[in-house]
């Protein structure tokens, strides 16, 4: 498998996304749950995907937000959150996207990647929501 970087080829590896575990927390006098997610390929990404970039649009009020963006969304294409400033690889370890603890979750997820600089987009596996 090509290993994505900013000279390499245009195509970045698929995201293999597995369900890590759920989280429960309090915040804002609710109980939520967040789900837990990581790509276990993450090495087979260049931490110059992940670089600031100042040259291309901002993220809300970042203006140095990173070059690659990951948006982790339901089977049905719903945004369930969205990552804009990672700044290595290894934060692809640290995904996840929350929920009112009564609310029931999504069966599955994906992750997105888009890598801003060569407008490239590619999705993951399917992943479970429980263990």
Known sequence: MDR???????????????????????????????????????????NELFAMSPDLPPCGDNPKAARTWVNVTNKKGKK?????????????????????RNVIPPSYVFVELTDRKTD????SNLADTTE
């Open 4 to 46: 994505a970087c900013a000279d390499g080829p245009v195509s970045l590896p698929e995201p293999v996304l597995v369900f890590i575990g759920p989280e429960y927390f309090e915040a804002g006098g609710k109980e939520w749950t967040r789900y837990r997610y990581t790509v276990t390929n993450l090495a087979d990404y260049s």
């Open 120 to 123: 490239v987009k590619i999705k």
């Open 80 to 100: 369930l959150n969205e990552f804009c400033a990672l700044k290595k690889n290894d934060d692809l370890n640290g995904l996840w996207f929350s929920l009112e």
